[in-house]
């Protein structure tokens, strides 16, 4: 989550300094969510939380309101989208454990590998103790099993984005929301193509060559890379020192 909010907050200023893209977070909750967190408190929970590996107690308001700043509508909504879940089946002789992420991880007991039985053995084994198999008499009953839905069924990559007012976003491509203008996903775009909702960061030293802008209708949006404007459609231009002196230096 903190490593997110940061991730986003340093693609939406031209800031490279820490504290510095820290202070410009502080301002964008503040004026785009009406969120006050000052950049001192974030740096206490990311240096302890991140760079420390250490635990700290914040409240589920804070997370609810960072989880907004990220896209999402609450904090539970931002742990639901997290595509890990994990499933331990216990037996006699060892410990079965399937992490199942985008590329899943057996860990198989020794036992197995030494009698040679392989993935479809382990497969099997992991059924028959968990109730995906089940004998009565002569006859072999199959009942259908979850575990082997989802490692026969993997998640459909989401292979369309779309443009979420200052960054693309990854979505599937059945998506029918009509207020989406859903397009093939670009890796480079959707990681790099952004937004500065910061203008009054932007000046000539540290927006030339580093920076492009659109103008339309006498406004000037600055974005982080190359292209067209998403909202637009027009050609983006590399910034000069005089569109920076006369448009950027001052707050949206």
């Keep these: 989550m903190l490593e997110d909010v940061y ?3 340093s693609n939406a ?5 820490f504290s510095g893209i820290l202070k410009s977070l502080e301002k964008d909750l503040l004026d785009d969510f009406k969120i006050f967190l000052s950049y001192k408190t974030f740096e206490t929970y990311y240096k302890t939380i991140v760079e420390k590996d250490e635990d700290y ?3 589920l308001t804070i997370l609810n309101d960072l989880s907004c700043y990220v896209g999402y509508d609450s904090f539970r909504d931002y742990c639901l989208d997290w595509k890990t879940i994990e499933y331990t089946v216990s037996q006699t002789l060892s410990k079965i454990v399937i992490n199942i992420t985008n590329k899943p991880i057996f860990t198989m007991p020794e036992f197995m590998k030494q009698n040679g039985l392989g993935v479809f053995g ?16 002569d006859k072999r009953k199959v009942r259908e099993n979850s575990m082997l839905s989802l490692l ?9 984005m ?3 007012k200052t960054e693309y976003k990854p979505i599937e491509c059945t998506d029918k929301n009509p207020h989406r203008n859903l397009v093939p996903v670009d890796s480079v775009r959707l990681k790099h ?3 500065i909702t910061r203008k009054d960061t932007l000046t000539v030293g540290n927006g030339m060559g580093v920076t492009w802008y659109s103008k339309f209708n006498g406004e000037v949006e600055f974005f982080t890379m190359d292209g067209k404007d998403p909202d637009t459609g027009r050609e983006l231009k590399s910034s000069t020192p005089h569109i920076l002196d006369k448009y950027a230096g001052k707050p949206n």
């Design 7 to 9: 991730e986003k907050a």
């Design 13 to 17: 200023t031209p800031e490279t300094s």
């Design 57 to 59: 107690n914040i409240k």
């Design 122 to 137: 382990f497969i099997f084994i992991a059924l028959l103790i968990t109730g995906g198999i089940v004998f009565s008499g």
């Design 152 to 160: 026969m069924s993997p998640e459909t990559p989401r292979e369309c």
């Design 162 to 164: 779309y443009w979420d």
């Design 193 to 195: 193509f952004k937004k």
